[in-house]
């Protein structure tokens, strides 16, 4: 069955850097589109960042751009999300996140925390 | 960006009642709206996407309809297992991809 399990979430200051994984199985990873989305304690969902199904075609929030960058390695099945110049209003539960069409999502992680707090 | 706001914020309704969640869209999006159905410490699980096609398994007591900027999300007969959160979510102009703020279904 699909199953996508992220990790690298944690403590971080503000100022500082991390970079989320998103490891995928049960499907054919490289054939499908490939989603960030996060959600702030007790707020709503928010899609950060896009990408392609080769890596070619990338779109961000207006609230990470510059910030964030998404990155795909289809021979590892994997997900990335570098995250830099991370601010307090950054902390978030952060979910990968996919569907073949890419822009609805049928398949979610369970999410990984990020705190950002000095 | 397309904004979406959705009302009412929380609804308070008995397990057996009719719900009726709305999805208004600040310009026109076609039918491409998705809903999501999310419960504490869980993932969004998609419900709706084309504003009406229910998604893989997805019982027949989610229905949704819509089309332009009017959009509607029904359960016909609450379950217990029904009382949670609900987001819409539109792809007809992107990026961004935007979610409106939730409907919290709540016991009555």
């Known amino acids: 069955q699909v199953q996508l399990v992220e990790s690298g979430g944690g403590l971080v200051k503000p100022g500082g850097s991390l970079r989320l994984s998103c490891a995928a199985s049960g499907f054919t990873f490289s054939d499908y589109y490939m989603s960030w989305i996060r959600q702030a304690p007790g707020k709503g969902l928010e899609w950060i960042s896009y990408?392609?199904?080769?890596?070619?075609?990338?779109y961000y929030a207006d609230s990470v751009k510059g910030r964030f960058a998404i990155s795909r390695d289809n021979a590892k099945n994997s997900l990335y999300l570098q995250m830099n110049s991370l601010r307090a209003d950054d902390t978030a539960v952060y979910y990968c996140?996919?569907?073949?069409?890419?822009?609805?999502?049928?398949?979610w992680g369970q999410g990984t925390l990020v705190t950002v707090s000095s | 960006d397309i904004v979406l706001t959705q009302s009412p914020a929380t609804l308070s309704l008995s397990p057996g009642e009719r719900a009726t969640l709305s999805c208004r869209a600040s310009q026109s999006i076609s039918n491409y709206l998705a809903w999501y159905q999310q419960k504490p410490g869980q993932a969004p699980r998609l419900l709706i996407h084309?504003?009406?096609n229910r998604a893989t398994g997805i019982p027949a007591r989610f229905s949704g309809s819509g089309s332009g900027t009017d959009f509607t999300l029904t359960i016909s007969s609450l379950e217990p297992e029904d009382f949670a959160v609900y987001y819409c979510q539109q792809r007809g102009n992107w990026p961004p991809l935007t979610f409106g703020g939730g409907t919290k279904l709540e016991i009555k």
């Open positions: 990408i392609s199904t080769s890596g070619s075609t990338i």
């Open positions: 084309d504003a009406s």
């Open positions: 996140a996919t569907d073949r069409v890419g822009t609805t999502w049928v398949y």
